[in-house]
């Protein structure tokens, strides 16, 4: 027990001397004004609105935002703390959002400095990965260079990876990325992006990328309520409109389409209704002889929904 006591002492000491220096810190912060100061609230207000559903990002995104405020409260400080690593990954299916939350991310970012500029670099495979010797190192390197200073956006980035080709330039473009990821993380954020299950072996083959990402965000699918709502809001922002027929023929063309192949939530919707102005469009130009008012003209009809294959599949 003696030879103990002196270890014991050092340890009190220490910590004694640790919580003294944290309590003789001069000066306050104020968070809120931080938070306001670098326009955060507006972003993520902004998120809340155009963005359905999507609760559990959201809920991550703010807590990735309250700790950069607080880091950037403890360097005003003066208080001593490793930059956070702030790589991403988000999965999930396509049109769940992904790139336009990483659009907003870029904006707390830039808003609270940790990158230099407000822009996002959305690539995907064939932008890094050459089709010979030689081509691959200088494409990667003027993607990272075009996106330096702000957010590299990967989309399908297990496509990276292709271990039944051995002769694959795609792992050259990961190691270059990996590399410019540690050395660079003060001037630039990736986000890697894709389908969990492919993203989850990309990493599984990939330690050194793996434990480069502080960060993963899963993307879930939308409901139909979601879904018709987003519909409304597009159909908003085009300045059509759907009558009452029409929104539940909408619902029902949702409930059909989501159990069908190939099907990318937003993104999905988003095509179905260019296929319904054309329907709409058709329509109108067929009865061309009578005059149309600005009405008719926004008004989408149960008839233009229902003309979808989808019904009859």
């Not at 991550?60 to 607080?70: E, F, G, T």
């Not at 039944?164 to 050395?183: F, W």
């Not at 018709?228 to 922002?237: P, S």
Request: charged share 25%; glycine share 6%; aromatic share 6%.
């Amino acid at each position: 027990m003696t030879a103990l006591a002196p270890a014991d002492t050092k340890t009190t000491t220490e910590l004694t001397t640790t919580a003294t220096t944290i309590r003789d810190v001069p000066g306050t912060v104020d968070l809120d004004a931080l938070y306001t100061g670098a326009g955060i609230e507006a972003i993520l207000s902004g998120m809340d609105r155009e963005l359905i559903g999507l609760v559990p990002v959201k809920t991550r995104i703010r807590d990735i935002a309250a700790l950069l405020v607080v880091e950037r409260a403890r360097r005003t400080l003066g208080l001593q703390a490793d930059p956070p690593s702030l790589h991403m990954s988000f999965t999930g299916n396509p049109g769940t959002g992904k790139t336009t939350v990483a659009r907003r991310i870029a904006g707390i970012l830039h808003g609270l400095g940790y990158i230099r500029r407000n822009h996002v670099v959305s690539v995907t495979r064939d932008d890094l990965v050459g089709q010979y010797i030689g081509h691959t190192a200088p494409k990667t390197k003027d993607v990272l260079k075009k996106a330096m200073g702000g957010v590299l956006f990967i989309d399908e980035a297990y496509y990276l990876y292709r271990p039944e080709n051995e002769r694959d330039y795609g792992q050259e473009a990961l190691e270059i990325l990996m590399q410019v990821m540690e050395e660079n993380r003060d001037d630039l954020v990736v986000i890697l992006a894709g389908y969990r299950d492919r993203m989850d072996t990309l990493y599984k083959s990939n330690p050194g990328l793996s434990s480069r990402i502080a960060h993963h965000i899963e993307f879930p699918d939308y409901s139909p309520d979601e879904l018709l709502h987003i519909a409304e809001k597009m159909v908003e922002t085009m300045q059509y409109r759907l009558d009452e027929d029409a929104r539940s023929a909408m619902r029902e063309y949702i409930e059909h389409r989501m159990r069908q192949p190939r099907f990318s939530n937003a993104r999905s919707i988003r095509n179905a209704l260019d296929r319904v102005r054309l329907r709409q469009a058709s329509r109108l130009f067929a009865a061309r002889g009578d005059a149309v008012d600005a009405i008719t003209l926004q008004t989408l009809r149960a008839e233009d929904i229902r003309a979808s294959r989808v019904f009859t599949q």
